[in-house]
């Protein structure tokens, strides 16, 4: 080696110095365009924002009842009921706990709310009065919402790794399907088929009266979160960055995309569930961004970057006097208004803390839930302005039936009931949030991979919003980003 330093040194001195300068430049040269394109390659990308088809006012079909039957309200998951006149000021009612953590909100059917809580305890409660009408242990840990259909209910735990049946009036099994992995995945139930997957990357459509396989697929990676359903396709992400449209008849994969990922090669995660409109598919993703995907061929139509990831499900709703929006909340602490078709800030309210749960928009009015404060509040679709608030929240914040909203804290439910007009101002809402901001840009850097630990969660008091003491959630059995949708999506 020393005596090949020594020839290479006597080369170096037999030349010019012109000779030497002008290799020198080369080097750095080269050095220098190796540097720009591996910068080029791992850096994180940017956001997407391109002419695609957008079909606004587009009038979903909803279900006559007021019922709530399944996760995200509608096939689509859109999270929006159009119910006049359900708005602050409210009556406020605690109706039933739990005992424990529920990251999950009820549905609602035919006067009974239906609920399963971290230790995979399942009940009916009657929405009434809160009375509990039965209650069936499914396993030992659970985080997901039951869907129903035609007298049955049907809910995936996560240990052990199963989705089971029962029937909806005394919570009878009815049939039970192990899987090869935990799932988390809120299940959807249309046309005698029931859709949903699992943490070994399976998806599933079964048929709804005997849990046997109609199809199954392998997908690139976890699936967390639930499908979403529209026009005879299902839509899902994975926890490998892949969304996918999948023909709902057969599980023929219609289009794989893949996210933009969080740069140095690495993908994201669509741990939210995600939702269907105006020819669109809506997603949160751990890489920092909201994704509007063509629900026809799955081109990226726009990106909208937070400052943290994005867990939460995204609710969908075309208001009165606003155009098409989607709400959606960032680790980031700040919750948003997207335009639908161009993926532009609307107005975006910063509210303290980590949202991770999925927002829901009744009448005209969005909620939202902060799990570092455990706030639920209510905020105005035109503008941001804050409506609501209570000190009662945790993930997935309300649900309705067209007359009452039925709000889930961190493990109880509360009943509100809308006042009449002129009976005065509604409790909460006196709490102030940091200035919502309005604008047609988009909003900050990247997340880089994901803010906030989302596994850390705050045990307290059954019911009452709990209190500040941190563990990790699901305990022993490992803990997992909520699905905000779910988490935990």
Not at 318 to 347: C, E, K, M, Q, R
Request: glycine share 14%; with cysteine.
């Amino acid at each position: 080696m020393t005596r090949l330093r020594y020839r290479v040194l006597e080369i170096w001195r037999s030349w010019s110095v012109r000779r030497r300068v002008v290799t020198v430049a080369a080097v750095v040269a080269a050095a220098v365009v190796a540097i720009g394109a591996a910068y080029l390659i791992l850096k994180r990308p940017g956001d997407i924002s391109r002419s695609a088809e957008f079909r606004a006012h587009e009038k979903e079909e909803k279900e006559k009842s007021v019922n709530w039957p399944i996760y995200g309200y509608d096939l689509e998951r859109t999270r929006y009921l159009a119910a006049k006149g359900v708005r602050p000021p409210f009556h406020s009612r605690f109706l039933f706990d739990a005992g424990a953590l529920l990251e999950f909100s009820p549905i609602y059917v035919d006067g009974a709310l239906y609920v399963i809580n971290k230790d995979a305890v399942f009940y009916a409660v009657d929405a009434g009065n809160g009375k509990v009408i039965w209650k069936h242990d499914q396993g030992q840990l659970a985080a997901a919402s039951a869907a129903y259909s035609d007298g049955k209910l049907y809910v995936t735990t996560l240990a052990p790794g199963q989705i089971v049946c029962v029937r909806a009036k005394d919570g009878k099994r009815v049939w039970t399907r192990p899987l090869p992995g935990r799932s988390e995945a809120s299940p959807l139930v249309h046309n005698g088929k029931v859709f949903f997957g699992a943490e070994s990357g399976d998806l599933y459509a079964l048929d709804a009266e005997t849990g046997h396989d109609v199809w199954h697929i392998d997908t690139a990676g976890s699936v967390k979160g639930g499908v979403a359903y529209h026009n005879g396709t299902v839509y899902v992400g994975d926890y490998a960055g892949h969304m996918y449209a999948i023909r709902a008849s057969d599980g023929a994969v219609k289009w794989d995309t893949t996210d933009l990922g969080v740069g140095f090669g690495r993908s994201g995660r669509f741990y939210a569930t995600p939702a269907v409109a105006y020819g669109r598919v809506y997603a949160g993703n751990a890489d920092g961004r909201v994704y509007s995907f063509e629900a026809s061929s799955g081109d990226i139509a726009w990106t909208h970057s937070t400052g943290g990831a994005v867990y939460a499900s995204p609710a969908v709703a075309d208001t009165p006097g606003t155009p098409p929006t989607v709400y959606i909340g960032s680790a980031d602490h700040n919750f948003y208004a997207l335009n639908a078709a161009s993926g532009d800030t609307i107005w975006s309210v910063d509210v303290g803390g980590f949202i991770s749960g999925s927002a829901s928009v009744v009448d005209d009015v969005v909620y939202a839930s902060d799990s570092d404060n455990q706030t639920t509040t209510g905020f105005s679709v035109t503008n941001g302005e804050v409506l609501y608030e209570v000190d009662k929240g945790q993930y997935n914040p309300v649900v309705s039936d067209g007359r009452r909203i039925y709000l889930t804290g961190y493990a109880g439910i509360t009943k509100l009931t809308p006042k009449e007009k002129g009976a005065g101002p509604g409790k909460g809402g006196a709490k102030k949030h940091k200035k919502h901001k309005k604008g047609k840009g988009k909003s900050g850097g990247g997340a880089g991979g994901g803010g906030k630990n989302h596994h850390k969660k705050h045990r307290g008091k059954a019911g009452g919003g709990g209190g500040k003491k941190h563990h990790k959630k699901h305990g022993k059995h490992g803990g997992h980003a909520s699905k905000g949708e779910g988490k935990k999506g």
